[in-house]
């Protein structure tokens, strides 16, 4: 008899054909196995080429699949049955020692799934042992035949491959007409993909007690889950959008390209959303709501003969040297140098911070001081100094340019009366000063 199944089995590896493994037969191969021999046959007739046969345990998990070996006319049948693997207690691969075992055959030239000997007429097999992948021996003998009944006119032939945020669809493909349809995800005839979930699903088609099954397949959705910085300030730019899968379309206020660009925006709340399609043609989009904040507006600086005052109120101070350090204990809206040199100021509020423009600090002598004048007549603004005047520029409070000029008399009849920022540039020494009109 050992001989027997040696010389079987290399006979069935030889023979065996490269038919496509059904959808509904994948298995979780384990440590424990047995084999089944026989014959099959459908309505007496030896299956085909292409044919597959599996055996499903008592909680409907493939346990074992392979496809039919045709040999002189005769469809052999070589079915390795696994059992559960012990070091997993928590997933049901297969087979357990008391469990029972059913057989279902797919004809590859249908697309038709059958369950022995008839899917109206169901049978359970037992007596599985781990033999270690060698014969059963209630199910050792090549002669036995396993004849699958079709003898009713009941068939299913659906196309059914969704995406798992599809729309319902009603259920067609069943013939004769006038059955109905059951399965995962069914309802009232409808098969809907979110309920079923992502995979291979089983439908069956009954009518008058008999029935026919096929596949719907249901794709899982790309992950279009995507991350980005989570504070920002409405001075800000140019933020890097990052998503888990590569390839989709990032949309929504302030996105260029995979870029967020608050400054554009503005203070407020945005959403951004990335769209990702994948090869089943499943698309996914994810949302995500984000909180720009208000930035301080641009400190101005001011010269005060030997102290840089800043404008802004209501915010926190830090003095800056030239190369953009924080100067230490220097955290007030007034800063008396030390040297002469350039000097920022950044301010911030709970949330944002700003940095003004750079200030040259130079220390004028008290007879360039004594020389240099500001006077108001009739909306004309003089300035008198000794030395050349280069540029002069008139800010208001919140450091927009209002006025410029080369000469030393500006017009400023159209500005509004109030405080405004006047700076210039003498003798390419730059000082600002307040000036009220």
Known sequence: MVTRSIIFSVLFLSLNSLAQQPTAFFYTPTNSSGTLYGQAQINGIPASSND????FDTSGNCCGAS?????SGVAYIDLVIYGDDGTTPLVDEGMSGSEDFTLKLYVASSGQYIDYPSNSNVSYFNGWLNTNGAPIPTYSNVTDIYNFQTTSNVSLNLNVQLCE???PMQLTGGSPSGGSY??????NNMFDPTNAGPGNHIITYVVNGDSATSMAVVYALPDANFTIADHFCDNESSILITSVTPGGNYSGS???SNTFNPDILGAGSFWISYTLTDSNNCTQTENLL??????PDVPIITQNVGVLECTSIGVSYQWL????DPITGETNSIFTPTADGTYYVEVSNANCLEISEAFIFTTLSVSEMDNFTIHLSGGLLNVKSVQPIIQILIFDTVGRLVSQSKEPTIDVSALKEGVYLLQ???NNQITVHKVSL
């Open 52 to 55: 597959w046969i599996a055996a």
């Open 165 to 167: 945020n599809g729309s």
């Open 67 to 71: 496809s039919l070996i045709i040999n």
């Open 424 to 426: 210039t540039n003498i």
């Open 290 to 295: 984000i909180t720009v904040n208000p930035s």
């Open 254 to 256: 302030g996105v260029i």
């Open 182 to 187: 059951f399965g995962n995800g069914v309802s």
């Open 321 to 324: 040297d030239a190369s953009m």
